[in-house]
């Protein structure tokens, strides 16, 4: 028994979409020329076309959210952001207690970046393997980091961060990204009214890995209240074993809180192997330089492609390619 943490670090029921951001709206527009704080630039990132990867398909238009233009450099900016808002408001979170969660590495960075700008300390716990460049990230914003065994994975990260919970309950404000509603709550706000607003209510297919499953499952629910005919499709590592930062093997894995299969209309399994190429592609073909699981959903975005005629097809880009240079990778199918 793993022990239910579904609302464990959480001021809301698991199925209330909560306040979200300020006014229940994505984050506040930055204004041309004047001052901002590093908070108000999370949200409102630019929607990609892809032309020349898409060019095979001359009926469908490809489109990516390129979430690393949030100041963390991913789209777990959003969640983090209102799990700390959320914290704040219900008063589990306060400078006396220090914040803590496992994460694959983009969820603790933008805590840490968020922590840093509020003055709160934070103590993360995270595979051994995750990419040098994370690492150096979150030391550069003076995170406390406990590195997991990486047999392990994100599921070895999780079952320490939750003994480290239950043991030290009011030391700790535990963050609990795969069971905290606020973390789908966040998409359900920002990430798909951005996109209804982005296409003019054009998109048609939505396509997205998991890894939380937040991204999935509070972007898929709110664009289905705005048209139910929009089709979503997850995407995930295709074996328990895999190359795929940051996305999960669901079968194999301890199964979020937050995520909800119904809502997925297909869910494709995603080689490391097809990941990589298509990161490549991305970069050589479009000028994108993008991490592994935006690969893996770039991947899953042209089978779509592939199987119907006309639509209007968004993926999410989760972050850059920066984290991923050490990555050997990148050296394979040099021309």
């Not at 995520?259 to 192997?273: H, K, M, V």
């Amino acid at each position: 028994m793993q022990g239910d943490f579904s609302n464990f670090g959480t001021g809301f029921a698991k199925d209330d979409p909560g306040p979200g951001f300020p006014s229940g709206a994505p984050a506040a527009p930055r204004q041309p020329g004047g001052a901002v704080d590093v908070i108000s630039l999370i949200g409102n990132t630019p929607l990609l076309r892809l032309g020349r990867i898409a060019r095979a398909h001359p009926g469908v238009e490809i489109y990516a959210k390129a979430e690393w233009a949030n100041p963390g450099g991913s789209v777990k900016d959003r969640p983090a952001l209102n799990i700390i808002r959320g914290a704040e408001r219900s008063g589990r979170l306060c400078h006396s207690k220090t914040l803590i969660d496992s994460t694959s590495g983009n969820t603790g960075i933008a805590y840490a970046m968020i922590a840093a700008a509020r003055g709160y300390r934070v103590k993360l716990f995270v595979p051994e393997n995750v990419s040098v460049e994370r690492k150096r990230i979150l030391q550069a914003y003076g995170a406390d980091v406990v590195y997991t065994n990486p047999m392990e994975g994100s599921d070895g990260a999780l079952r320490e961060v939750r003994a480290l919970a239950r043991e030290n309950f009011g030391q700790y404000f535990y963050a609990n990204q795969y069971d905290n509603p606020a973390n789908w709550q966040a998409h359900y706000q920002t990430t798909a009214p951005e996109i209804w607003q982005q296409t003019a209510g054009r998109v048609t297919h939505f396509v997205c890995g998991l890894g939380t499953g937040g991204t999935f499952t509070g972007t898929s629910r709110r664009l289905k209240e705005l048209n139910p005919a929009i089709r979503c499709i997850s995407a995930q590592p295709d074996a328990a074993f895999h190359g795929l930062e940051g996305l999960k093997h669901m079968p194999s894995s301890i199964q979020p809180g937050i995520y909800d299969p119904t809502l997925a209309d297909e869910n494709f399994g995603i080689s490391t192997e097809e990941a990589y190429a298509a990161t490549r592609r991305l970069a050589r073909e479009e000028g994108l330089l993008t991490g592994i699981s935006s690969g893996a959903a770039v991947a899953a975005a042209l089978r779509v492609a592939g199987r119907i005629e006309r639509g209007v097809i968004v993926t999410v880009f989760s972050d850059r390619g920066d984290k991923y240079l050490s990555e050997r990778f990148w050296d394979e199918g040099r021309q």
